[in-house]
């Protein structure tokens, strides 16, 4: 009888299958994904308002077009806004900060986003604003709620001498973000609407910090500002990013806290540095 996986375990299992791009779970019979996309789409179109029919109009008018019964938005008092709202919101607010200084007040003032209220702080920047290369990884855990800054966990010991690897230190030449400023509950994967949100004020943050190199740090991160899915696929590869009208070159590699869970996997993070180092000249 085969044994059972403790939560640790299974956590860090399902991790790894996020990690390596798995969107889909499989089962012992075939899935028809072409037919379930085809019902999903049949769903859509039977849920959709229906429409009046076309008054008839006098002869010599021409008849009035159908009307589509379209649901009344309800406010209630208290109520966190809408997604579509809150993204709205969050661009204007990113746009309107004209440093790093501005920004993070902006960011401490901004409420559109429900993991503000849950997390102790504000999870903005750490290291060297002046420095040529930015790390952006996926969001605060326990350690960087409390401390205010990103990775300063056991994941962030070893980015630490990943970077002392190449020469760099966060103190010095290295500046690091994460893609959500804000510890989702009991570190939790951020949805996408939480992203969504938080996702104007990071690229913001790029555009002022505008560093030579963007290094985005995991899966999350790689897909949310380089657009590309499966982390075992896309790192190590320079790419363009856009950055407020200027084009800056970006790396993707693997997150730390994969790599401790996945030890073997260190060797091709350690070809990502090695990239890394030459592309800034180190």
């Given at each position: 009888?085969?044994?059972?996986?403790?939560?640790?375990?299974?956590?860090?299992?399902?991790?790894?299958?996020?990690?390596?791009?798995?969107?889909?779970?499989?089962?012992?019979?075939?899935?028809?994904?072409?037919?379930?996309?085809?019902?999903?789409?049949?769903?859509?179109?039977?849920?959709?308002?229906?429409?009046?029919?076309?008054?008839?109009?006098?002869?010599?008018?021409?008849?009035?077009?159908?009307v589509v019964q379209r649901p009344q938005p309800v406010s209630a008092a208290g109520a966190p806004p809408a997604p579509e709202s809150a993204v709205v919101s969050a661009r204007e607010a990113a746009r309107s900060a004209g440093d790093l200084d501005q920004l993070r007040a902006v960011l401490e003032g901004f409420d559109g986003c429900a993991l503000k209220a849950t997390a102790s702080r504000t999870v903005f920047e750490d290291g060297a604003r002046d420095a040529r290369i930015m790390f952006v990884g996926e969001a605060p855990g326990r350690d960087e709620d409390v401390e205010g800054k990103p990775f300063v966990g056991r994941s962030g010991q070893l980015l630490d001498r990943m970077l002392a690897s190449i020469g760099l230190d966060r103190r010095a030449n290295a500046y690091i973000a994460n893609i959500i400023p804000w510890r989702p509950p009991g570190n939790r994967t951020p949805t996408p609407q939480e992203i969504a949100i938080c996702e104007p004020f990071i690229r913001r943050q790029i555009e002022l910090k505008a560093p030579e190199l963007l290094v985005c740090v995991g899966a999350p991160s790689t897909e949310t500002l380089l657009g590309l899915k499966g982390i075992m696929k896309s790192r190590g590869r320079l790419m363009p990013f856009q950055a407020g009208g200027r084009e800056i070159r970006a790396i993707a590699t693997l997150h730390p806290a994969y790599l401790l869970r996945s030890p073997i996997a260190k060797r091709l993070a350690w070809r990502d540095m090695l990239t890394i180092r030459q592309t800034l000249g180190l």
């Open positions: 009888m085969t044994a059972l996986m403790d939560r640790d375990a299974l956590e860090a299992l399902l991790a790894f299958y996020r990690d390596a791009g798995v969107d889909a779970a499989i089962d012992e019979q075939a899935t028809d994904w072409l037919a379930k996309g085809e019902a999903e789409i049949e769903a859509r179109e039977e849920a959709r308002p229906a429409a009046r029919p076309a008054t008839r109009a006098p002869d010599g008018e021409r008849p009035s077009a159908p």
